[in-house]
């Protein structure tokens, strides 16, 4: 049964940071890209960042880029998600998601999803 968890979600002031992970388990992390998406009341889905089977390549949103990071760790099988400069826009709940993929990553087209995490940007 493959399964992702994720977890580091809270509330955070405008300007602070928040550290996101998702752990896999039931499956070969090293086959799989795995994508970190986010949804906001009212608003779409949307594709916040992803990493290659093998951590080589990376995507952000343009809303993202330049203040998130995402790495993976397969010996782990862990993803972390590092969030600095939140804004109040970023307030979502957060999800990751796997899908069976070699080379690259794109965000959309995911497979599996795990339950997701709270993230509330305020002051």
């Known amino acids: 049964q493959l399964q992702l968890v994720e977890s580091g979600g809270g509330l955070v002031q405008p300007g602070g940071s928040l550290r996101l992970s998702c752990a896999a388990s039931?499956?070969?992390?090293?086959?799989?890209?795995i994508g970190w998406f986010r949804q906001a009341p009212g608003k779409e889905r949307e594709g916040v960042s992803c990493?290659?089977?093998?951590?080589?390549?990376?995507n952000y949103a343009d809303s993202v880029k330049g203040r998130f990071t995402i790495s993976r760790d397969n010996a782990k099988n862990t993803v972390s998600l590092q969030m600095n400069s939140l804004k109040p826009e970023d307030s979502a709940i957060y999800y990751c998601?796997?899908?069976?993929?070699?080379?690259?990553?794109?965000?959309?087209?995911?497979?599996?999803w795990g339950q997701g995490t709270q993230v509330t940007v305020s002051s």
């Open positions: 998601a796997a899908v069976r993929r070699i080379r690259s990553c794109a965000l959309s087209n995911y497979d599996y």
């Open positions: 039931g499956f070969t992390s090293g086959y799989y890209a």
């Open positions: 990493i290659s089977s093998r951590g080589v390549s990376t």
